[in-house]
């Protein structure tokens, strides 16, 4: 089964809220939510990683508040298995809007509402840690 490592970001308003995606449709986990992200390219730290993608994703720049934790998951009902391990990070937005360039929605999103959202399996980890 192939294995990734990723970097997630969760990018927090003043107001505690944090910003969430929807994947678009004809990739793996189409229409699931989660955190914005992506790979970890070879010699680039994880913070630099994150702060990478996020610029590459949803043109914006980000600022890394804290490492908060990490998911492993195998998603092995999928037409082509793999399994993800998952660094996620705390941040806040210092420039931009959030552009969206490759999801199809976006909504900013307390630890309450996203128990109601169809996250994906990784990211569901990642919002129990938020809500301890």
């Not at 969760?10 to 914005?36: T, V």
């Not at 809007?97 to 980890?125: P, R």
Request: charge should be negative; include cysteine.
């Amino acid at each position: 089964m192939k294995h990734v490592e990723v970097v997630c970001a969760l990018i927090q308003r003043e107001d505690g809220k944090i910003f969430c995606c929807k994947r678009g449709p004809g990739r793996a986990l189409a229409n699931k939510w989660e955190f914005p992200g992506g790979k970890i390219e070879q010699d680039e730290t994880k913070e630099e990683a994150i702060v990478r993608e996020i610029k590459e994703e949803l043109k914006s720049d980000i600022a890394v508040i804290k490492y908060i934790g990490v998911s492993n998951h195998d998603y092995v009902d999928l037409e082509n298995p793999f399994s993800i391990t998952m660094y996620a990070y705390l941040c806040k937005l210092i420039k931009g809007n959030l552009e969206l360039t490759e999801h199809i929605d976006s909504c900013y999103a307390s630890v309450e509402e996203m128990k109601l959202m169809d996250f994906a399996a990784a990211d569901i980890f990642l919002i129990d840690i938020l809500n301890k």
